[in-house]
């Protein structure tokens, strides 16, 4: 079964500093896609950055970069110079194949509160 | 260009009774996706249209319908309400070829509180 685990219910992290926040899947797929939300208390999910399953190298977006280790499936978004901004809860999903791929997976999520 | 729309953005219903979800996908966006968020159950898949058509679906009883117009707009209906059907309704719209990088855009969400 496909699975999205997000290990951390809350994070806090001074401003200015980079954080590391944890996701781990499962999926019997070779073909997925891992994905970052942010979402602020207006309920909004908002995409942060993509990696594909065959993608070789990390992606970055901007402040945001998605550490990819594929065979320990791991997928830990890294958020550089943390802003007061970033306070809001944060998503990792998946997309697979035998999900016909617009069906995401999402994890528990990681409140991430960002201290001046 | 303007996002996804998705109206109300706060509704209150009784035990009993049906609702229906508006949501307005980007233009030229072809699929509408429909998930439910709960403090308990995290953010679960409902269905997804494409082209007037159900492509997709989650675990989610007889009560949770849906449907997609020839503009792409979708419509979610709830049928004999229960409280535990109180949640966050976001919809997404994507542009639809299904492939593993399809980003997902949503709307704010629909607010439902069941008394």
């Known amino acids: 079964a496909q699975k999205i685990t997000q290990t951390q219910p809350g994070m806090f992290v001074q401003e200015k500093e980079a954080v590391t926040l944890d996701c781990t899947y499962d999926?019997?797929?070779?073909?997925?896609?891992l994905f970052w939300y942010k979402q602020p208390s207006s309920g909004e999910m908002i995409f942060l950055i993509y990696?594909?399953?065959?993608?070789?190298q990390n992606a970055t977006e901007g402040r945001y970069s998605l550490n990819f280790q594929k065979a320990r499936k791991s997928a830990n978004l890294v958020i550089s110079a943390s802003q007061l901004g970033d306070s809001a809860m944060y998503f990792c999903?998946?997309?697979?194949?035998?999900?016909?791929?617009?069906?995401?997976?999402f994890g528990a999520g990681t409140r991430l509160a960002v201290h001046p | 260009k303007a996002g996804v729309t998705q109206t109300p953005r706060y509704l209150i219903k009784t035990r009993g009774q049906q609702v229906t979800l508006s949501c307005s996908p980007i233009?030229?966006?072809?699929?509408v996706s429909w998930y439910q968020q709960t403090p308990g159950q995290g953010l679960q898949f409902l269905f997804e249209?494409?082209?007037?058509?159900?492509?997709n679906k989650g675990n989610f009883p007889g009560r949770f319908s849906g449907r997609q117009f020839s503009n792409s707009r979708s419509e979610m209906n709830v049928s004999t309400l229960e409280l535990g059907d109180s949640a966050l309704y976001l919809c997404?719209?994507?542009?639809?070829?299904?492939?593993?990088?399809?980003?997902?855009?949503f709307g704010q969400g629909t607010r439902l509180t069941v008394v």
């Open positions: 999926t019997s797929d070779q073909s997925y896609g």
């Open positions: 233009s030229g966006h072809r699929s």
């Open positions: 990696q594909g399953s065959y993608d070789e």
């Open positions: 249209y494409f082209s007037e058509t159900q492509r």
């Open positions: 997404a719209s994507s542009a639809g070829a299904p492939r593993a990088n399809t980003e997902a855009f």
């Open positions: 999903a998946m997309s697979h194949l035998s999900g016909g791929y617009n069906k995401l997976i």
